[in-house]
């Protein structure tokens, strides 16, 4: 069994573990103060192109998540999202346990527009009685979003022009963000997030770490005691050095690119496999997840050998489902697959 | 240097690295439904020596703490814990944040007694406005507590007693369990625990691992629906089977309790050398951290060679400091520092 | 001007006033332990037609929403609700505010079904993933609802079997309950309700009162310790005999239900005259609450005299609009209105 | 029976009734933007000589507390208070249940000092583990306090200093404030509570009217949004002109200040006969609570004819308890007491 289920199905990038074992026995303070945390930090300013920013490192993608929204949030105040978003959908309601409503807008592909967020923050307003409804008080945005699209780069300006007059923090959640990074059809760079975002965070569970994601908190006004948020929500890791190594080995001569793009390019084979075979896309995606349609029997026969997950049925005979590949997937693991998809 | 600071200054036992190592190219599912969670499992109810406990793991103390709490209590209940517990002072008010009052009982030493317990149950009930007041809905202890005393069997089945008697669920926090079970002074094994708590915690962050911590649910009415509350609070780790290889490998062949031996026996060579100085020790302590009595000049020559923590000034010329060994302890470490102590 | 913009712009039925006025200078105890609550709870389980409910009275009705919720779900669970309930819109995320997220359903009239219910239950629980989504906890309806329409007997039976098959508490929201069971088409009885759902509360604040509602819990395993939820919530009146009294009145002789009835009688009178009119409506309402769909001219002229509430854009020339009759519309206010109307 | 018990035992001043029923067929806008609400904040601006300050009426005490709390605390803070505030005891852990801590002072009498505030404000942030203890983010205290007791310019101008040295929001609890302000001891006026606090509220539930509590906000930094927060925490009363009229009504012609000085000057008269009749006093208060200090066999004697609320043991053979007179109270009813107490 092939595994394209998800993109965390293995360990680390064998240079992260290369690197916990040199440094295993070294002593050092707890709680992200040590000093492979600080070394992560500049290297990451570096790759943000901004010395100014504040670099945390949490554990996982909900707590990030629910940490930096109840960090922002005053209690009043829901975080807009995409009805598909993952706060609004798959983090079994963790930002409504810190006493946030997600403001959910319709979306279609995963994206949300400038417009929309305008549109919203105007009807909130406009109506006499605002008091009495969650007042917008943030937006959330992934990048690639839950269905592997990507925003231009036109699209997060306008975004941001909009967050801006409305005055809302633009958070971007970037557990996929290496693979939104190398795409070969964006033109959105991690020094384009930095500016066109208040706060994100770069994924490294599921780009090449055992788990880590690293907070970029750009916006000064949300910077201050932070590190009591991280605490609270139980993301303060004892041993923080565990992640400063992490992103450490990634953004050392651009590791997190190198195997981002890989993942990337075995995607784009997938895809084209998918199309020469005939199969329709449910979301226009161009980063490390796939969604073809497929007919359900040729889904069965595909079952026997690989493992994906069922995202919708499309009607009565086909189905969309969601194909990962990831750091680790194999030019071996897809020319099998793509010789299997070709035999249908 | 040497860091004495705390339990957690290394990495992990290599036993853990090297198996992490060995698994790294595995595909696994993740959320903790992989073989190596499932097989950490079975040797950690074996050594419990119950079937029918449930074990769940998270990542850090604090999430643990937090997620047992709010899954156990209904929204007008507290927790009931010593003054001195890691809950009421050291996690920066999680347990509030997810809605409840930690219910403070006075403690010398860090340990609380079944008496208390019952005094504070009856007092409250005994209450004509008690509906104003937050109720009592369970007790919080910790074993080692933060003052690294110990309770006797005894005294844990009094409490256990009182907790039933009031219809409270007894949580018992062992971050530092292994240090417990494997003092030269302790009556209490795990087994002992299993029987006599409702649900506990097997500590892995201070006692070989990197992270991790294995919450075991003993009574059936605390298990249902426990996953939600862990990925509802940000603790289920996306790549989860590093949680069962951790704890796969610190429960094969006694590895834990080893590892939590050695550091005892340093720990008690250490406490001999500070009688035999002459000072006096602030808590009776017998496992892996010792609070004695220091002259502040004594101190601020340690201070030179060796980290520890600033505990208490008991008057203008000493203070009490704490030192902690760990799995990763040496015996050169504690001859250095025994030296230094005699030579003072 | 005459208002018909809620039912809520006038003070309260003068027999409240005079019955406050009678018992102003009578020493009671207070928190709702008095004689005059007592009395409101014995009038209000024999209208229910059962002696083993149990009666707590709360100041408003968003208190009584978020207070009873949070009684019920444990941290991981939601509350589903038409996307147009109460709760989900108009309470500033006051659900969300005790940690709980309100699960929306589609809804075009402001009912849900059973089978809808089940339906999203099936859905949930038939999903691999299901721990990283907000577990149905229970259900929340309003009758009338917020569209003003009426649940019949035979909808009402079938929602409370899904929610019995589903193991979910079945919640009424009866701000406006008085209108409802006095409506000319309505075929549910007050004992209907107090059998067909878990817990439910009879709106006094809409009704004829100063403010209040009668939180009715009939599901014994919901009675548990509610007063603790109401004084944590803020909810507990210290001159809790205030809502007692007002109770007490409403449910002499039955004042409520006649009180109640005239309103309905005054909005049938305005539903007849817009149908005549040839204005359509936006919902089939047969309660206080009247939806006509009217051009924007008609509606600039109407303004000059009389406040309503503005609902919905139908399209560039008509609005739609809600007028509320109340316990005291005045037979000549509607007089008034219906002949301005048939003069537009 | 006569009761002492509390200060809610009874309705309201007569004249708050009459004028509500004088304005009952009113019809008005709701949640208190009608003329009412908006006539009594004007005279309340008045009695606090200021202008500048936002008036905002919630229904009662411990919804005005957590409403107050909880809007200014991030997540991470807590509130500073006496450790017999009665935030920390008697409000079911209203304000944990918004996440925040109540951190706890050691008071004697009730009140805490502006040095012990420093203290903690320089404990916590001299700790190097700051992060992980809740952050004291503003500092709460009643006046009178629980225990009768008042501030006085001095001490309250102390306090005052401390807070905006740490730059912690003052907020005062004035449930009782009216008894306070006519103390026969006290040199603290509205004015000088304006001056001397960030944010307060007068007590309307204990000082003569039904039902009520406006809360006066100066800083200008704490007045954001405030309406949104009282919706969410159901303190947004439908019929606001309730509390309008009420407050239009105590702050006429200074009768809040009339009725609760007689209620003092009742207490003082209770006063000098526990003190002729031998008693001590717990706490040296001169508003309208007494606690003396009674031995066992008179209390069982005083209870065949009057309430008054236990307060603690001294000893086997004395309690001290608790007498509270009104705005209620009759000089007859002191009368009869005073003669009972001088037989005994």
Request: glycine fraction near 8%; hydrophobic fraction near 40%.
């Amino acid at each position: 069994m092939i595994h394209f289920q998800c993109d965390y199905a293995e360990g680390a990038h064998p240079a992260i573990l290369k690197k916990m074992e040199e440094t295993n026995f070294e002593q050092t303070v707890g709680y992200g103060a040590d000093h492979h945390c600080e070394a992560a930090r500049e290297k990451i300013r570096r790759a943000c192109g901004r010395q100014d920013v504040d670099v945390h490192f949490l554990v996982g993608g909900t707590q990030a998540n629910f940490t930096v929204i109840s960090a922002i949030l005053r209690p009043h105040q829901g975080a807009v999202a995409a009805v598909s978003g993952h706060i609004n959908i798959h983090e079994t309601g963790a930002v409504e346990a810190t006493g946030h409503k997600v403001l959910a807008l319709p979306s279609e592909d995963g994206k949300i527009t400038g417009q929309q967020v305008r549109d919203y923050y105007n009807v909130h307003w406009g109506d006499e009685t605002h008091e009495h409804m969650v007042q917008p008080g943030m937006v959330y945005i992934s990048h690639p979003t839950e269905n592997g699209t990507l925003y231009s780069k036109a699209e997060l300006t306008a975004l941001k022009e909009a967050c801006t007059e409305c005055g809302l923090p633009l958070f971007l959640d970037g557990a996929r963000l290496g693979y939104g990074l190398t795409s070969p059809k964006t033109d959105v760079t991690l020094a384009d997030i930095t500016e066109l975002t208040d706060i994100f965070y770069i994924g490294g569970t599921k780009v090449g770490a055992l788990f880590g994601e690293a907070v970029v908190i750009v916006n000064p006004a949300l910077k201050k005691d932070f590190r009591y948020l991280i605490k609270q929500h139980g993301g303060m890791l004892a041993k923080g050095r565990l992640l400063g190594i992490q992103f450490e080995v990634l953004f050392e001569d651009g590791l997190y690119y190198e195997i981002a793009r890989q993942a990337d390019v075995q995607a784009m084979r997938l895809r084209d496999a998918f199309e020469k075979k005939g199969y329709a896309l449910r979301y226009d995606a161009y980063a490390n997840q796939q969604f073809p349609i497929i007919p359900n029997e040729h889904l069965d026969k595909l079952r026997e050998k690989y493992s994906f997950s069922f995202w919708e049925a499309m009607d009565d005979s086909c189905s969309a489902v969601r194909f990962c590949t990831s750091w680790a997937t194999t030019e071996a693991a897809i020319d099998a697959l793509i010789a299997d998809i070709e035999a249908l």
